[in-house]
């Protein structure tokens, strides 16, 4: 599958972040962006696609750790404590929380990456690059 046919899942509140994140991947022409602004509508979104079956699941979530309703921890969690399918998809953080204990706590319920977000907008297109080059193109997937 090539990285143009493959589903990225955003949960971010922020409206400037969504914009920039939504602009970058559109100019990097990577696959479709599915957002949601909240971790709840998140997992609403993933349960809705394994209980209806007939959209699949993202190939990828980027998920901040700030989220007006449940933090991103949480929505890692849940993710990661659920059956499969669902835990065998990569989740990728994109948040501007560096702190220690944050990134240790999401390393340890089984996120794949947390990176912080980009403060130049040249530098989320070259994050939009490795995305494309390494997530969507390069990584083998598991079976869902």
Avoid: C
Avoid at 64 to 90: F, Y
Wanted: without cysteine.
């Amino acid at each position: 599958m090539s990285s143009a046919e493959r589903t990225i899942l955003l949960v971010e509140d922020d409206p400037a972040a969504r914009r920039l994140f939504e602009e970058a991947m559109s100019e990097s022409q990577i696959g479709t962006l599915d957002v949601v602004t909240t971790g709840n509508a998140a997992l609403m979104y993933l349960d809705e696609r394994g209980t209806d079956g007939t959209d699949p699941y993202p190939d990828l979530i980027v998920l901040d750790m700030h989220l007006p309703d449940v933090s991103g921890l949480e929505v890692l969690e849940a993710l990661k404590s659920s059956p499969t399918p669902l835990k065998r998809i990569p989740v990728l953080v994109l948040s501007s929380s560096t702190e220690q204990a944050t990134v240790d706590r999401a390393y340890d319920l089984g996120v794949n990456a947390y990176l912080q977000k980009p403060e130049r907008y040249d530098d989320l297109l070259a994050l939009m690059d490795e995305l494309r080059t390494f997530w969507l193109r390069r990584l083998v997937f598991p079976s869902r």
